[in-house]
């Protein structure tokens, strides 16, 4: 029998995810996402503490194509993280190509 | 539900080794991977490889399937057993990929099964399309959540769960909504997972967004642009009257402040300017042309040094 409620959810951007509820969403160790920002290569500031680390809906989208890329491939994380890197200026380069009437 | 042939999606035998399956989904995610494939259907293809490779790449959710796929051909009606977990999908297919969900947990069930054993649900991953008028005002959207069940005679069935999902005013592409508890189910107690939905919008080929900014392209008659008007422009937040300034050109961008994408601060709306000319199908209208020809000292080639 299907009933319906109303839910309401929060943005990550009002309501950021601390570093073990990114690591919970990735379906991956704590670790894993502190040495990805310790690398520069997944947002969160390295200078403040690990337990204030707030990450945002683009963090949890990137860590989500790094991993998947690291695993489907079995990637190196810098490798991983510049072929992510390279697919954003790819789009962005799409959208400015489209904006300017090409296909 | 039907039942999917996931050696056929990644073009590989029955009997094919963990490393042959690996190979192939490698091969074919590159192929259509949405960022590089011209293919049309890139990104259906991709979902599909993913999705078959999401169970045919694990030991344990390959079994499982096998042990369903006995005799079974691609299309035919199947019903899960319990204890899978739950699936999902949403309406207006985002997320078709509910059958291979149904294996997200048929790893777990060998974990020890004490009393004392309790592990928080999943969390679920998943995209939602809207509108860009919904992100002006907020918009309530229907989200399905199957989840298998039993009934009085043992027998599986998919249960629908719908959730309204309140979508606030002003988001934007790529933001994530977080559901709290609206995830998998946890197990011996335990909390159940989130649920994330990517926001995306809907594909309109009037409207170009870039943060909150969006940008409209507006045709307009040749003399609305040469002597100014006041022209009705339908944008996302409904009709506007808009002054168009004497003397425009093609590509002239008018600023409606504060007309974008609602939020702190709202983004803007630009009007683009597109002179159209009127074809010269009547004799009265070639009439027209000619006599702007012959009288006006026109050249639109003046800058070339011609």
């Keep these: ?103 | 539900m039907e039942y999917k042939d996931y050696y056929q999606a990644l073009g590989v035998d029955k009997n094919a080794s963990a490393e042959d399956i690996k190979k192939a989904y490698r091969k074919l995610v590159r192929k259509y991977h949405p960022d590089v494939s011209k293919a049309a259907d890139a990104d259906q293809k991709t979902k599909e490889i993913n999705e078959a490779y999401g169970v045919l790449g694990d030991a344990e959710k390959r079994a499982a399937y096998d042990e369903l796929g006995r005799g079974r051909r691609a299309g035919q009606e199947f019903h899960p057993p319990p204890d899978w977990g739950a699936g999902f999908d949403f309406e207006g297919g985002e997320a078709e990929d509910f059958f291979s969900d149904l294996f997200a947990h048929v790893g777990r069930r060998a974990r020890p099964a004490g009393g004392a054993y309790r592990m928080r649900g999943e969390d679920i991953h998943a995209s939602i399309g809207i509108d860009l008028a919904d992100a002006y005002r907020g918009v309530t959207r229907t989200v399905t959540l199957r989840v298998p069940e039993r009934d009085e005679h043992g027998r599986v069935l998919t249960r629908d769960r719908t959730l309204d999902v309140a979508i606030p005013k002003g988001v934007v592409p790529g933001q994530q909504l977080r559901l709290s508890g609206q995830g998998h189910p946890g197990a011996g107690g335990a909390g159940a997972g989130d649920l994330f939905l990517e926001i995306a919008f809907n594909p309109d080929p009037r409207y170009r967004i870039e943060g909150r900014n969006v940008f409209e392209t507006v045709p307009v008659a040749p003399w609305e642009a040469a002597l100014g008007a006041q022209i009705d422009v339908p944008t996302p937040s409904g009709q506007v009257e808009v002054s168009v300034p004497a003397g425009s050109q093609s590509g002239r961008k008018l600023r409606l402040k504060g007309r974008g994408i609602p939020g702190q601060p709202a983004g803007d709306l630009y009007l683009m300017l597109e002179v159209v000319l009127p074809p010269a199908a009547s004799d009265k209208a070639r009439e027209l042309y000619l006599a702007m020809a012959r009288d006006m000292a026109f050249n639109p080639r003046q800058r070339m040094g011609a």
């Design chain 1, 1 to 103: 029998m299907a009933h319906s409620e109303i839910v309401s959810g929060v943005l990550l951007e009002d309501v950021a995810l601390s570093l073990e509820e990114l690591a919970r969403a990735c379906d991956v160790e704590p670790g894993w996402v502190v040495r990805h920002v310790q690398a520069g290569l997944l947002g969160g500031e390295v200078s403040v503490q690990v337990e204030s680390w707030r990450f945002f809906s683009g963090d949890l989208q990137r860590a989500r194509r790094l991993l998947s890329i690291e695993r489907d491939f079995e990637a190196n994380e810098e490798l991983a993280a510049l072929v992510v890197d390279l697919a954003d200026e790819v789009r962005r380069l799409k959208a400015r190509l489209h904006a300017l009437g090409a296909q």
